[in-house]
């Protein structure tokens, strides 16, 4: 994660409003439909997650390894920009 | 301590509550009355007895007394909510809301931490408190056990019982220090008489009269306010040294004051005495500068 990338820019760049979870960095097409299987269907509901999580970027990442399958490149993207749009929008 | 009962002659709904009082989890509701007696034995009565030596012969102290060590890799899920939320407090986890969709996660850092802090944050201290603490995430697989062979145990219930009693009414006027050591036979002894144990899992309940063995009384806030105060506090004898001074100052201005015709001409002197060096530099100065303007 040296470097962040577009899909992190655009999602950081403005309110998630009612984006799909794919609109999340690091969550592609299987990943988002293993979330939305289990009712994560909108990025604003994991971003829900993220904060009962207190934010904790670690464990988020241990969540959605578990929830989702994501490898760790894959949850630590995710979390860096749900991070990142707390820090901007909350 | 001294007032200790016969946990078979109590009603099954007051074991009940004695155990939810001290943190043990009850097992299935359809349980004989035995299965509570023992755990009562094994968890209160060990408590209050607070005989954790290792010479006892007593299968079901074995039990406890054998491995402290498992009772910390304890089984997270059982645990509800709050004891989740309190041991992760312990180990220094903020947790947030535990709710359907956190817990997985906050069980698993749980695990995690307790496997590889477990090991090496264990002091005397704490492993003072796995008897008491942890007893309660045992449960879950001793009651299986038990459930197993019930009819078994009977007789070791009743062997435990009497031993328990005979423990119990040994020592009735033994000072209070005594009974601590028993408690905590590995823990220092620390001038103050407090040893820093986490919380302590006892509580009262159903109308139960508490009798712990305070060394001392816990020091309400204001008293802790004013000792704070006191020790910030200038020493007593140098309040007086410093209350004679003042009143001598005092007394010498005012006996100035009185005789003034002594001071005044005092005062004059003195006035004249810095005009007079004032002036006379000045003087050479002026000099100066006019010969000075002179020779150029």
Redesign the interface.
Request: with cysteine.
């Given at each position: 994660m040296s470097s962040t990338s577009q899909k992190h820019k655009d999602f950081v760049s403005e309110p998630m409003g009612d984006k799909p979870v794919t609109a999340l960095s690091g969550i592609g097409d299987t990943l988002a439909k293993r979330l939305e299987e289990q009712g994560f269907d909108k990025a604003s509901v994991v971003l829900g997650q993220f904060l009962l999580l207190r934010k904790d970027m670690e464990l988020f990442t241990d969540w959605l390894k578990d929830t989702a399958g994501a490898n760790s490149r894959q949850a630590g993207s995710c979390a860096l920009c749900l991070k990142e749009w707390c820090d901007a929008f909350l | 301590m001294p007032f200790v009962e016969d946990p078979a002659q109590l009603s099954k709904s007051r074991l009940k509550s004695d155990l939810v009082a001290h943190h043990v989890a009850l097992p299935p509701a359809a349980s004989k009355k035995e299965l509570y007696v023992e755990l009562h034995l094994k968890h209160i009565d060990q408590s209050n007895c607070a005989d954790f030596s290792s010479d006892d012969e007593d299968p079901v102290h074995d039990v406890v007394g054998e491995d402290p060590e498992n009772a910390t890799v304890l089984d997270p899920s059982a645990l509800t909510d709050k004891d989740l939320k309190d041991l992760l407090l312990k180990h220094g986890v903020?947790?947030?809301?535990i709710?359907a969709?956190?817990r997985?996660?906050?069980e698993?850092?749980l695990r995690k931490l307790l496997q590889s802090g477990g090991k090496e944050e264990l002091n005397e201290a704490e492993n003072a408190v796995l008897y008491s603490d942890s007893d309660e995430e045992e449960e879950g697989d001793e009651n299986k056990e038990e459930q197993e062979e019930p009819e078994g145990e009977q007789e070791q219930t009743a062997e435990a019982l009497k031993l328990n009693q005979q423990r119990c009414n040994k020592p009735p006027q033994e000072p209070e220090n005594d009974i601590l050591k028993e408690i905590f036979p590995d823990t220092n002894a620390t001038p103050t008489g407090i040893y820093a144990t986490p919380r302590r899992p006892i509580k009262g309940a159903a109308q139960r009269p508490i009798q712990y063995a305070y060394p001392k009384t816990p020091v309400s806030p204001t008293t802790l306010e004013r000792r704070e105060v006191e020790r910030r506090l200038v020493p007593i004898y140098i309040q007086i040294l410093v209350f004679f001074t003042v009143v001598y100052v005092l007394y010498v201005i005012s006996v100035i004051v009185e005789d003034g015709s002594s001071v005044m001409p005092l005062l004059e002197s003195l006035n004249q005495w810095s005009d007079s060096e004032e002036g006379s530099p000045a003087l050479d100065e002026t000099q100066d500068t006019h010969s000075a303007s002179g020779e150029l």
């Amino acid at each position: 994660m040296s470097s962040t990338s577009q899909k992190h820019k655009d999602f950081v760049s403005e309110p998630m409003g009612d984006k799909p979870v794919t609109a999340l960095s690091g969550i592609g097409d299987t990943l988002a439909k293993r979330l939305e299987e289990q009712g994560f269907d909108k990025a604003s509901v994991v971003l829900g997650q993220f904060l009962l999580l207190r934010k904790d970027m670690e464990l988020f990442t241990d969540w959605l390894k578990d929830t989702a399958g994501a490898n760790s490149r894959q949850a630590g993207s995710c979390a860096l920009c749900l991070k990142e749009w707390c820090d901007a929008f909350l | 301590m001294p007032f200790v009962e016969d946990p078979a002659q109590l009603s099954k709904s007051r074991l009940k509550s004695d155990l939810v009082a001290h943190h043990v989890a009850l097992p299935p509701a359809a349980s004989k009355k035995e299965l509570y007696v023992e755990l009562h034995l094994k968890h209160i009565d060990q408590s209050n007895c607070a005989d954790f030596s290792s010479d006892d012969e007593d299968p079901v102290h074995d039990v406890v007394g054998e491995d402290p060590e498992n009772a910390t890799v304890l089984d997270p899920s059982a645990l509800t909510d709050k004891d989740l939320k309190d041991l992760l407090l312990k180990h220094g986890v903020k947790a947030g809301p535990i709710v359907a969709s956190t817990r997985a996660v906050y069980e698993k850092k749980l695990r995690k931490l307790l496997q590889s802090g477990g090991k090496e944050e264990l002091n005397e201290a704490e492993n003072a408190v796995l008897y008491s603490d942890s007893d309660e995430e045992e449960e879950g697989d001793e009651n299986k056990e038990e459930q197993e062979e019930p009819e078994g145990e009977q007789e070791q219930t009743a062997e435990a019982l009497k031993l328990n009693q005979q423990r119990c009414n040994k020592p009735p006027q033994e000072p209070e220090n005594d009974i601590l050591k028993e408690i905590f036979p590995d823990t220092n002894a620390t001038p103050t008489g407090i040893y820093a144990t986490p919380r302590r899992p006892i509580k009262g309940a159903a109308q139960r009269p508490i009798q712990y063995a305070y060394p001392k009384t816990p020091v309400s806030p204001t008293t802790l306010e004013r000792r704070e105060v006191e020790r910030r506090l200038v020493p007593i004898y140098i309040q007086i040294l410093v209350f004679f001074t003042v009143v001598y100052v005092l007394y010498v201005i005012s006996v100035i004051v009185e005789d003034g015709s002594s001071v005044m001409p005092l005062l004059e002197s003195l006035n004249q005495w810095s005009d007079s060096e004032e002036g006379s530099p000045a003087l050479d100065e002026t000099q100066d500068t006019h010969s000075a303007s002179g020779e150029l």
